[in-house]
């Protein structure tokens, strides 16, 4: 079974610090998401990454950039970690080229309190 | 922008009972697909439908998909205890289909 890993499972941050939240999965998946999810809002989409090195910019990116410097790992970055970014993000990979479809595996989530 | 919405937003019925989720989305789709979520974990992928199909079946889930009302139901029949958790659709943009943007969900709790 495909396996997404996400680092932390519960993070506290102050305001400003620079935050990672890492992202491995183990079955060479050409595809990964990075989501935030708030209750009333659904999962939003903050960015994807289709090949190493290649992002690409969801619905609601501002405030995060990502990294994608091998195949199996993609991190989240929040450059300087405000109240408003206090959520769960949740990391998911997809390998389309089976189903023709991006059926995504997603990991058990990072929830992030920023004080 | 938020693709899918799900109807209701939540839904409590009696073990036993069928449960029926819509989801609305606003662009043309290749796929939909249907996850379910257990409280504070991640999701887990149910069912996809592509676009020219129009009903699939899995075990005690049936999906269909209405593209020209660009509208999914999910029932879940002969629900069970452990299927409270949150469902969601998801759906990818016809042109755009490595990206998949998720509905707000609907909350369902099987009471015992």
């Known amino acids: 079974d495909v396996k997404v890993t996400q680092s932390s499972r519960y993070l506290v941050k102050r305001t400003g610090e620079k935050v990672f939240l890492e992202c491995v999965q183990d079955?060479?998946?050409?595809?990964m998401f990075w989501y935030r999810q708030d209750p009333g809002l659904g999962l939003r989409l903050i960015y994807f990454?289709?090949?190493?090195?290649?992002?690409e910019k969801g619905d609601i990116p501002e405030g995060y950039s990502v990294s994608r410097e091998k195949k199996e790992r993609f991190s989240l970055i929040l450059e300087s970690a405000s109240t408003n970014q206090t959520s769960m993000y949740l990391c998911?990979?997809?390998?389309?080229?089976?189903?023709?479809?991006?059926?995504?595996?997603f990991g058990a989530g990072s929830r992030l309190t920023v004080l | 922008s938020q693709q899918g919405e799900e109807d209701p937003q939540a839904l409590s019925i009696q073990e036993g009972e069928n449960a029926t989720m819509n989801c609305s989305y606003k662009?043309?789709?290749?796929?939909l697909q249907w996850y379910r979520q257990n409280s504070g974990r991640g999701l887990v992928h149910l069912i996809l439908?592509?676009?020219?199909?129009r009903e699939k079946h899995s075990g005690r889930l049936r999906v269909t998909l209405d593209t020209s009302k660009k509208s999914s139901s999910l029932l879940i029949t002969a629900s069970r205890a452990a299927d409270t958790a949150s469902y969601f659709c998801?759906?990818?943009?016809?042109?755009?289909?490595?990206?998949?943007?998720f509905g707000k969900g609907t909350r369902l709790h099987i009471l015992p």
């Open positions: 998911a990979s997809s390998f389309p080229w089976d189903t023709g479809a991006n059926v995504l595996t």
């Open positions: 079955m060479d998946h050409e595809n």
């Open positions: 990454s289709y090949d190493v090195k290649m992002k």
């Open positions: 662009t043309s789709i290749n796929n």
């Open positions: 439908i592509r676009s020219n199909e």
């Open positions: 998801a759906t990818d943009d016809i042109n755009r289909d490595d990206k998949i943007i």
